[in-house]
């Protein structure tokens, strides 16, 4: 190492050295860097720990150097990737180094300088050039570039241990700094560095004063589109922190105007108008109630921007779930009804250019119209749902919240949203992307624990459930969504709706009858069989005293035949199904009964079907799923042992590998 280092500080080393951060770029200059740096690694901590020394100090000032050649990373400068990874390095030692209480060492100090270096080479190294260059590159340059500049904010992001507020502090003073002089690249630069820090943002004084100073700035005078030459990467950037900085927002609500009048506009900029509604509904999730007062004028905007034009799909689910959330923070159900017909009516909009489009045998502007209309419903109904601010008791029968849902004004509303849903359902019954995004509003409502718009009756949900057929495309969706309504209604807390599960449990089991094999549809028996499941949490009488019982007894044998196929998702589903019911909590009398005569039938095909998948039919991935019906027959059936026994020594083991004495053993382990 010694030579090493000697060699490295001989005129032949500054030559090379020098060729690099000129941009001279010729394979052995490259290759030389790079065994400079590949040095560099194999001395990091010694590097780190003596840093002060001259030989340390000299041979990380190289190291520096490396990540200031000239050029654009990746583009031009092929050893810049090569030396983030070592300062990468170097700042992970620095942490792993803060949290071992290092930093009280002599050394810290003086290392924790080079971290700051670092940072400071990264923010000119990140800089994207003009759009003219960045033009002009193929796609394994820009995948280059934008992959370096994610892992120099990893290593921003990495550094705010060591380095804390003072991180912050700087980048703001950067920002702040270049947008005074107007030096685009270097605002973009810092903003970018700054977004990297969000994650880190823990609210302290000194960050929080840091962040107030630049949101007082001129910084929103991004948002014209080519204004003094701004470029649209910065005022993108820009878009995307105040999203990240939503934590900020929350706790200064007076810097919210501005930073939703500059996002407003941003919509209207085509190069921004997606991630400025990813920002908006980040804000308007998290800051609900410090825009509500604002909400008029909110929904204006709306009115006026989607009169103005057509406007992306996704723009418009996220704008519109934004604007629901601050719906929701206001203080009546009245108040909210009044603003959420004003987004119904937006929405209705859509639904007539749907049904127009059908009419005239438009296909696919049919479909796009539809499903934007009811992407727009469900992330309304997603933007409606409350915080859980409150304890809830689950175990208490008396309803929560207003009656006012149930009611003439609220229930028109909820019926009016049902009828938008059923009319483009009706017109295009057999899209699957109709189908997929009418599930979605239907569920968007099912996790709430208090009415609601969205807040569907089980009967209205159950209705729209039933109008499917086992051909109906992404039936396993619609089944999944059955789902989620029995297990919203499973809690103590909640209404019971035995008459919903069972025409639901008919409908399926009618399903299970067309599939006839699992192989045939596994995506479709695998959610049959989840559903199954779902019904032992609350809705156990239902299913086991199915009628007529024969029609029972199929379903169940159809779920041993996915254990016992070689489909994996049927397979753990089953596997699930049966350690639920074979490990119930006890029932009322006649539903215990029917579960005991069940295991007493069945228990023999249940073990068989285990042990085909623990004897070699099963995945070693699986057999974690597997064990877990093999557990609870164990721990809670006293025929366990014979019927395990019958399915070792039965002829249809498939495994011949295993005699008769490892299948006892295995019987006395699993039995202990």
């Known amino acids: 190492m010694q030579l090493l280092s000697t060699f490295f500080r001989s005129q032949w080393t500054e030559d090379r050295l020098g060729r690099l951060m000129r941009g001279d770029f010729e394979y052995e200059n490259v290759q030389f860097g790079r065994f400079l740096l590949a040095y560099g690694d194999a001395t990091l901590q010694d590097l780190a720990r003596k840093c002060e020394d001259d030989q340390s100090k000299y041979i990380l000032t190289i190291l520096h150097g490396l990540l200031r050649c000239k050029g654009v990373a990746v583009v031009d400068d092929e050893i810049c990737t090569n030396a983030l990874e070592f300062w990468t390095a170097f700042v992970e030692f620095m942490v792993d180094s803060t949290y071992a209480g290092d930093q009280e060492e002599a050394w810290f100090q003086p290392a924790r300088a080079h971290v700051v270096e670092t940072f400071q080479d990264c923010l000119v190294k990140i800089r994207v050039p003009d759009p003219s260059i960045v033009a002009a590159w193929d796609s394994d340059f820009r995948t280059g570039f934008k992959d370096f500049r994610k892992d120099s904010a990893d290593l921003v992001e990495a550094s705010y241990p060591i380095l804390g507020a003072e991180i912050f502090i700087e980048v703001v003073e950067l920002v702040l700094a270049a947008l005074e002089r107007k030096e685009w690249q270097e605002v973009e630069a810092a903003l970018f560095c700054l977004n990297a820090l969000s994650d880190c943002y823990s609210g302290g004084p000194n960050e929080q004063a840091a962040l107030e100073s630049l949101f007082k700035s001129s910084i929103f005078s991004l948002r014209e589109d080519g204004q003094a030459g701004v470029p649209a990467k910065a005022r993108e950037t820009l878009v995307a922190l105040l999203g990240n900085y939503s934590s900020f927002f929350e706790t200064r609500p007076d810097y919210l105007s501005p930073a939703m009048h500059f996002l407003f506009q941003c919509l209207e900029v085509p190069s921004s108008a997606i991630s400025a509604s990813k920002s908006i509904a980040s804000l308007g999730s998290s800051c609900r109630h410090a825009l509500s007062s604002n909400i008029d004028a909110f929904i204006l905007y709306l009115e006026n921007l989607l009169s103005q034009g057509s406007i992306d799909h996704i723009v418009k689910d996220k704008v519109f779930g934004a604007v629901a959330s601050v719906i929701q923070a ?9 603003c959420l017909q004003r987004l119904i009516y937006l929405v209705q909009q859509d639904v007539s250019i749907c049904l127009r489009h059908v009419g005239a045998q438009e296909v696919s502007e ?81 996790s709430e624990t208090t009415p609601g718009p969205f807040v569907f009756p089980a009967h209205v949900t159950t209705g729209f459930l039933l109008k499917s057929q086992v051909s109906t495309p992404r039936v396993g969706l619609v ?49 049959c069989i989840d559903f199954l499941t779902r019904l032992l949490s609350r809705y156990a009488n239902v299913l086991v005293q199915f009628e007529p019982q024969s029609l029972l007894q199929e379903v169940l044998i159809f779920t041993l035949r996915c254990m016992a196929g070689v489909d994996i998702l049927p397979k753990r589903a089953s596997a699930t199904f049966w350690a639920s019911f074979i490990g119930i909590d006890p029932q009322p009398d006649v539903a215990q009964s029917a579960i005991n005569n069940i295991l007493e039938h069945l228990g023999s095909s249940v073990a068989e079907a285990i042990i085909i998948n623990v004897g070699g039919h099963a995945a070693r991935s699986d057999l974690d799923t597997v064990a877990e019906p093999l557990k609870r027959m164990v721990f809670h059936h006293v025929k366990a042992k014979t019927w395990l026994a019958q399915a070792l020594f039965n002829p249809n083991f498939p495994s011949a590998k295993v005699n008769d004495e490892q299948k006892r053993l295995f019987l006395q382990q699993v039995m202990l």
Do not use: Y
């Open 366 to 446: 049919a479909e796009e119209a539809g499903t934007t209309a009811l992407q727009c419903l469900s992330s309304i109904g997603k933007g409606m749902r409350g915080f859980l601010e409150a304890a809830i008791d689950l175990t208490s029968d008396t309803p929560r919240g207003s009656l006012f849902w149930d009611q003439v004004e609220g229930a028109t509303l909820q019926a009016q949203i049902v009828g938008l849903v059923d009319a483009i359902c009706g017109s295009m019954p057999l899209n699957g992307a109709v189908i997929e995004a009418a599930c979605s509003v239907f569920k968007s409502g099912l």
């Open 479 to 527: 089944v999944a969504t059955a789902c989620s309504l029995i297990s919203s209604h499973s809690n103590e807390g909640s209404t019971r709706i035995d008459g919903e599960a069972n025409a639901l449990l008919a409908h399926f089991v009618g399903f299970i009858q067309q599939l006839g094999a699992p192989e045939n549809d596994p995506d479709v028996a695998q959610n």
């Open 330 to 338: 206001l203080p009546t159900d009245e108040a909210k009804a009044r």
